[in-house]
Every structure is written in C-alpha cells, then in structure tokens.
C-alpha cells in the first residue's frame, strides 16, 4: 500500500481537475440514489444527506486517486499537457472567424438544397403522392 501523499508534488493541477470532477459525479449521482429513500421535503435531513454524500464522495475520490497506478496515470497526463504549445490568441481568433465562416457557409447551402427540394417536390407533385 503506497502512502497517501504518493508523489504529491507531481501531476498537481491534474491531480485537482480530476479530484474535482470525480467528487462531483460521485457526489451527484450518490445524492440521486439517496433521493429515491429521502423525500427532498424533508428539510434538514434531506440537506444533511447531501452534504454526507459530498464528504463521501471527496473522501472516496481522494483515497481512489492517490493509488499509485492512478497518481502515476495523472502525472503522465500533466507532462503530455505541459508539452502542449498553445497558440496565441491571434491564431485563435483567426481560426474562430474560419470555423464561424464556414458555418455560416455551410448554413446556407444547406438552406438552398432544402429550397430546392422543397420546390422539386411541389412541382413534381411527390407530396401529395406520397401521402395517399
């Protein structure tokens, strides 16, 4: 059994983003099934059980990520990360104009083709063939 801190001070913000969402899927889907057994009317109970259900759902997440072959997966996550080159945020927003573009372009080709079938089908009477 590794310790608790296993190289906790490697693969941090991995680590956190991780914990962090483990504990709120946990959390949500424990406080899910726990509704089905507490009616969320009954007040002080009902609040009492969510906030149980969260402190299980941390301390869970916390015992499954600092395994070894866990801690070790979010270090390996966090050095492919770092080797990231981000781009600079005129690059971004140039491929966000050619991302917004196309789709306005691909929009209205697609509106046209359905113009033009729509016609194609009024004027061959399709419609009212297929609805007999």
Same mark, same amino acid.
């Given at each position: ?12 913000? #991995? @680590? &956190?983003?991780? /914990?962090?969402? !483990?504990?709120? %899927?946990? $959390? ?6 726990? +509704?089905? *057994?507490? #009616? @969320? &009317?009954?007040? /002080?109970?009902? !609040?009492?059980? %969510?906030? $149980? ?6 301390? +869970?997440? *916390? ?70």
């Amino acid at each position: 059994m590794m310790p608790i801190g296993y190289k906790k001070k490697q693969g941090k913000p #991995s @680590r &956190q983003i991780a /914990v962090c969402a !483990l504990t709120g %899927c946990l $959390a949500w889907l424990l406080i899910q099934v726990c +509704s089905v *057994f507490i #009616s @969320r &009317q009954a007040g /002080v109970l009902w !609040l009492l059980t %969510c906030v $149980a259900m969260i402190v299980v759902s941390l301390v +869970s997440s *916390f015992a499954f990520l600092s395994r070894a072959k866990a801690a070790d997966f979010l270090i390996s996550v966090q050095s492919e990360i770092d080797k990231v080159t981000w781009p600079s945020l005129p690059e971004v927003k140039r491929a966000t104009v050619v991302v917004l573009v196309l789709i306005v372009a691909m929009a209205a080709v697609m509106f046209t083709y359905d113009l033009v079938w729509q016609w194609f089908f009024q004027v061959t009477g399709f419609l009212q063939i297929y609805r007999r």
